[in-house]
């Protein structure tokens, strides 16, 4: 079992759409969550962090825990052609020195 | 520019050569980390240095590997006897503490 599993894709949606992924995580001590969009020949950024079970929005994004599912999610609303890019879920151990373990992404492509 | 730098950005070496790769940290994060990323695959984790200090290598990290952060600044990561399967994205990334990281532009390496 991967300790961070995501879909790989794509995931088609339509512009204007809502998009939603999901990561599943197997270490039940994990304590930090992130979300990272990478383009195409590019080095991932940051674009959601997450620590207490709930939601957290900001902007057009929204970042979903559930601890006790193992589970988080990212729904991107009124989605873009430019937010075009595979989403990496990545998944921490406080004390562990912040090492953080990456998914291998979803790609996602959104359609006029 | 994210702020952290790296150099260069693409390296091709013949097979058996070594190479080094550099990283300059954004000034205030004290933590470092280097990161591998292959085709369609999620970074993995390779070391990372909180100030001068080498914390954690993973074990993907064979002996041709090392990595050294003099004065807690600059970061090196050199490969000696590059084989073709060392060809891939090497990622810096950076953080000032449990945060998230950000990411260096990266290097490519194709060794031929």
């Known amino acids: 079992q991967k300790e961070v599993e995501q879909n790989s894709g794509p995931l088609s949606v339509p512009e204007g759409a809502i998009a939603s992924l999901n990561c599943t995580y197997s270490?039940?001590?994990?304590?930090?969550f992130f979300w990272y969009r990478q383009y195409s020949g590019k080095s991932p950024e940051l674009i959601m962090s997450?620590?207490?079970?709930g939601d957290k929005e900001d902007g057009r994004f929204t970042a979903q825990l559930n601890k006790a599912s193992q589970y988080v999610s990212l729904l991107i609303r009124d989605s873009q052609p430019s937010d075009s890019a595979t989403y990496l879920c990545?998944?921490?151990?406080?004390?562990?020195?912040?090492?953080?373990?990456f998914g291998t992404g979803t790609q996602l492509k959104v359609e006029l | 520019d994210t702020g952290v730098s790296q150099d260069p950005r693409h390296k091709i070496t013949k097979r058996g050569q070594n190479v080094t790769f550099r990283c300059d940290p954004i000034?205030?994060?004290?933590?470092l980390y280097w990161y591998r990323q292959t085709l369609g695959q999620g970074p993995e984790f390779l070391t990372y240095f909180q100030n001068e200090a080498q914390l954690e290598k993973s074990r993907l990290l064979s002996d041709r590997f090392s990595a050294e952060r003099p004065k807690g600044s600059f970061s090196t990561l050199e490969i000696q006897r590059t084989e073709q399967g060392d060809s891939a994205m090497y990622l810096c990334a950076t953080t000032r503490g449990d945060y998230g990281y950000t990411f260096g532009s990266g290097t490519r390496l194709t060794v031929v």
């Open positions: 990545a998944v921490g151990l406080t004390g562990g020195g912040n090492k953080l373990t």
């Open positions: 000034s205030e994060h004290n933590r």
């Open positions: 997450i620590y207490s079970n």
């Open positions: 270490d039940r001590g994990s304590q930090s």
